[in-house]
């Protein structure tokens, strides 16, 4: 794979940065590699700028002034031509989408899937050195793709639990002892709406919500009432039955490598008096 470079905020300066990227992409393809059968001796190495654009599908002029650095319009459709022409990578087809100005599609700038990447060991490793605080690994539509310990003890999920929003309202266990849920419940189902307004190709929004309507009235209710809301940096109180209230502060983050992830870190917020009853739950050690 290509090293990706910086973009400069100078168009002409991107300019310049596409003209070597297109370049050094083409230099590094032979004709056998793109099913191009050759005969004689070539004097340009890799392939000729005609070969990548009747492989694109684009004019010989048209892609020589791209590869030129001059200033013309490319559209999505073109960039994605030229990437497969030059069997580009999901990051160089990103970069190039960068370069020619233009955001890249959600799909590329090597975002994974949860459907086809698994949990790699260092996040597990990251969520159990987290306890005996809870934390959660999830995807963009709230799917649960590993949690700790601390997360099952504290606030009751189990085997059965696949999704943070369907257990919101179906996990008995978790609801009762969630401090305030009918004022909660409200703003949970908005922040889930305005993730599934960025992503609205992506059928698994909707497989959760058909199953969670069907399964409880009182989400069937608030998602009707096309309520939005942006998810904030937010406080979440517990009653667990064995050591009575706990209160943590909720940050989210991104994982850097994989941006439809998202880790859900729970930490005691200061002042509530949660790290003692917390710790006895877990039998550790007081958080730090």
């Given at each position: 794979?290509?090293?990706?470079?910086?973009?400069?905020?100078?168009?002409?300066?991107?300019?310049?940065?596409?003209?070597?990227?297109?370049?050094?992409?083409?230099?590094?393809?032979t004709?056998?590699?793109?099913?191009?059968?050759?005969?004689?001796r070539?004097?340009?190495?890799?392939?000729?700028r005609?070969?990548?654009?009747?492989l694109a599908?684009?004019?010989?002029?048209?892609?020589?002034?791209?590869?030129?650095?001059?200033?013309?319009?490319?559209?999505a459709?073109?960039?994605?031509?030229?990437?497969?022409?030059l069997?580009?990578?999901?990051?160089?087809?990103?970069?190039?989408?960068?370069?020619?100005?233009?955001?890249?599609?959600?799909?590329?700038?090597?975002?994974?899937?949860?459907?086809?990447?698994?949990?790699?060991?260092?996040?597990?490793n990251?969520?159990?050195?987290?306890?005996?605080?809870?934390?959660?690994l999830?995807?963009?539509a709230?799917?649960l793709?590993?949690?700790?310990?601390?997360?099952?003890?504290?606030?009751?999920?189990?085997?059965?639990?696949?999704?943070c929003?369907?257990?919101f309202?179906?996990?008995?266990?978790?609801?009762?002892?969630?401090?305030?849920?009918?004022?909660?419940?409200p703003?949970?189902?908005?922040?889930?709406?305005?993730?599934?307004?960025?992503?609205?190709?992506?059928?698994?929004?909707?497989?959760?919500?058909?199953?969670l309507?069907?399964?409880?009235?009182?989400?069937?209710?608030?998602?009707?009432?096309?309520?939005?809301?942006?998810?904030?940096?937010?406080?979440?109180?517990?009653?667990?039955?064995?050591?009575?209230?706990?209160?943590?502060?909720?940050?989210?983050?991104?994982?850097?490598?994989?941006?439809?992830?998202?880790l859900?870190?729970?930490?005691p917020?200061?002042?509530?008096?949660?790290d003692e009853?917390?710790?006895?739950?877990?039998?550790?050690?007081?958080?730090?």
């Amino acid at each position: 794979m290509l090293p990706l470079l910086m973009t400069s905020a100078s168009p002409a300066g991107r300019r310049e940065q596409l003209r070597d990227f297109l370049r050094t992409c083409r230099a590094r393809l032979t004709p056998g590699d793109v099913g191009i059968v050759t005969a004689g001796r070539r004097r340009t190495p890799g392939l000729r700028r005609e070969e990548v654009a009747s492989l694109a599908g684009v004019g010989v002029s048209w892609y020589t002034w791209l590869e030129q650095g001059r200033d013309i319009n490319a559209s999505a459709d073109v960039l994605d031509a030229v990437s497969r022409a030059l069997r580009l990578t999901e990051p160089e087809r990103a970069h190039l989408y960068l370069l020619a100005g233009l955001n890249p599609p959600a799909d590329t700038a090597g975002v994974r899937d949860s459907r086809d990447s698994g949990v790699t060991a260092e996040l597990r490793n990251l969520l159990d050195a987290w306890s005996p605080r809870p934390a959660i690994l999830r995807d963009r539509a709230w799917n649960l793709l590993a949690i700790n310990d601390a997360t099952r003890t504290v606030f009751g999920y189990d085997d059965t639990d696949h999704n943070c929003l369907v257990s919101f309202f179906t996990n008995a266990r978790y609801r009762n002892m969630h401090a305030h849920w009918e004022s909660v419940a409200p703003a949970v189902v908005a922040a889930f709406r305005a993730d599934a307004a960025h992503f609205p190709d992506d059928p698994g929004f909707g497989r959760i919500v058909d199953e969670l309507a069907a399964a409880s009235a009182d989400f069937a209710e608030l998602w009707a009432r096309h309520e939005v809301g942006a998810p904030v940096q937010a406080i979440k109180a517990v009653y667990h039955p064995d050591v009575g209230d706990l209160i943590f502060d909720t940050t989210t983050l991104v994982v850097a490598d994989c941006p439809a992830w998202y880790l859900e870190l729970y930490n005691p917020r200061p002042g509530t008096g949660t790290d003692e009853p917390l710790a006895r739950l877990l039998g550790s050690p007081a958080p730090a």
